[in-house]
């Protein structure tokens, strides 16, 4: 059943004043709301506002969920590298259905096969010796800063197995969403009954003035960008959030080059498959002019055989002609 707006917690100013601290913060955002540290950060400090996000994604209202919690958390603040920090989030959702969340900023053209690593793994949880039938829904998430399938761009989508003859369900335990932040102006009706939208928008602000418009609409969005303010002043956090952005521009820089030289690789192969087919209409006109001339010199052979033929024949009758001479010859001699 589709969630109507006024069945969503409306935003309110019943937070407690040093909640409402955030209220007077005017400017820039220092750090983007798509900052990956930052996501995990506000997620694993509140956890109402994990289960606002969670129920915009899987359409759920909040009275479905009994409980939300982060099962691989990190300790916020503290120094991380690429081999200790897991940009991924585990969630259980009711003790039933597992959950992995990531916000992805950078294309590194390889989210399918990254999602599906992701998926696949959370898919395994069975306990030893356990039924197979026992094993716990899994869902993966990404929210992304691009668009994954340019040809074909959406606002949300969610990827199923299924027959591709009937499209029946093969099972309805695992599936995969994509919550694509640059195309926000494709959410749907149901998109922006769930308040998907709005969540999009929060990521993508880029003001304080910005965060404030979007907070009016939900209660979660609210909480989101009190605890947003909170952890922003913090500053081992920040530092940390700092870090990752720093990360960002170098990991842009290489992708940058990677995607000039992918261009320019693209380039020379449509040069060269231009020459190629420059070459193959060559070949093609050059092998036409072999099969005339091959024609051609079909037809000189039946000519010159003709020709040969007609010699013969004429050969034949001036033989015939000179012997009816020698005949009336020798005829009149007698």
């Excluded at 932040?181 to 003035?209: G, P, V």
Aim: overall charge negative; charged content about 20%.
């Amino acid at each position: 059943m589709i969630q109507t707006t006024n069945t969503r917690p409306v935003a309110s100013n019943s937070f407690p004043d040093d909640k409402n601290e955030w209220l007077s913060a005017t400017g820039p955002l220092k750090i983007p709301m798509t900052n990956d540290y930052l996501f995990r950060a506000l997620l694993q400090r509140s956890n109402h506002v994990l289960k606002g996000l969670i129920c915009s994604l899987l359409h759920l209202l909040p009275i479905e969920v009994r409980s939300v919690v982060i099962t691989n958390p990190i300790i916020l603040g503290e120094s991380i590298n690429d081999k200790t920090f897991f940009l991924d989030i585990s969630v259980t959702l009711n003790d039933h259905t597992l959950i992995n969340l990531e916000m992805q900023v950078i294309n590194e053209r390889n989210w399918p096969e990254r999602s599906l690593s992701y998926l696949s793994r959370t898919f395994d949880n069975l306990n030893s010796g356990a039924d197979y039938s026992a094993v716990k829904p899994a869902i993966q998430i990404g929210l992304l800063d691009f668009t994954l399938f340019p040809e074909y761009p959406e606002f949300y989508s969610t990827y199923q197995f299924m027959n591709t003859k009937n499209f029946t369900i093969y099972s309805d335990k695992m599936c995969l969403s994509v919550l694509n932040l640059t195309r926000i102006d494709l959410a749907t009706e149901e998109d922006q009954q769930y308040h998907l939208n709005d969540w999009a928008s929060l990521f993508k602000a880029t003001t304080w003035e910005e965060l404030k418009m979007i907070a009016k609409q939900d209660e979660f969005i609210n909480e989101a960008s009190s605890t947003i303010y909170q952890l922003s002043q913090e500053e081992t956090i920040r530092l940390q959030c700092e870090a990752r952005e720093d990360f960002y521009r170098r990991q842009r820089s290489v992708q940058n080059m990677l995607d000039a030289k992918i261009s320019k690789i693209e380039s020379l192969n449509i040069t060269i498959e231009d020459k190629n087919t420059i070459i193959e209409n060559q070949n093609a006109t050059i092998e036409n002019q072999n099969a005339t001339i091959e024609n051609q010199n079909a037809t000189i052979e039946n000519q010159n055989a003709t020709i040969e033929n007609q010699n013969a024949t004429i050969k034949e009758m001036a033989d015939e002609l000179a012997s009816l001479r020698d005949q009336l010859s020798h005829a009149s001699r007698m």
